[in-house]
Nanobody, 121 residues
Framework: QVQLVESGGGLVQPGGSLRLSCAAS????????MGWSRQAPGKQRELVAA???????NYADSVKGRFTISRDNAKNTVYLQMNSLKPEDTAVYYC???????????????WGQGTQVTVSS
């Protein structure tokens, strides 16, 4: 089994900051790319940011310059630093990781349960 657990969501005022964390644990042989996606009510899930095992990053246009993704490979953890938050950033944020399961030797994508981010005054 592989588990991804997000933390760090909450309520913040417009212009504020939050830092999300996502820790992967369990039967992990290796982790490739990791990422964050979000889903607002009535909308499809969208990719926010992704990072390769080597540290190369990719961002949605809507968050470039405001969000920063990073990872700590020793801790199997990915972070999302969110600055200058806007009401339109309100959504459930999900992390995902491309994991090779040490038990099955199968590579697949795993997802966390999501954490709510609400930007409101």
């Amino acid at each position: 089994q592989v588990q991804l657990v997000e933390s760090g969501g909450g309520l913040v005022q417009p212009g504020g900051s939050l830092r999300l964390s996502c820790a992967a644990s369990g039967s992990i042989l290796s982790i490739g790319a990791m990422g964050w996606s979000r889903q607002a009510p009535g909308k499809q899930r969208e990719l926010v940011a992704a990072i390769t095992s080597g540290g190369r990053t990719n961002y949605a246009d809507s968050v470039k310059g405001r969000f920063t993704i990073s990872r700590d490979n020793a801790k199997n953890t990915v972070y999302l630093q969110m600055n200058s938050l806007k009401p339109e950033d309100t959504a459930v944020y999900y992390c995902n990781a491309d994991v090779v399961n040490i038990g099955t030797m199968i590579r697949r994508d795993y997802w966390g349960q999501g954490t709510q981010v609400t930007v409101s005054s």
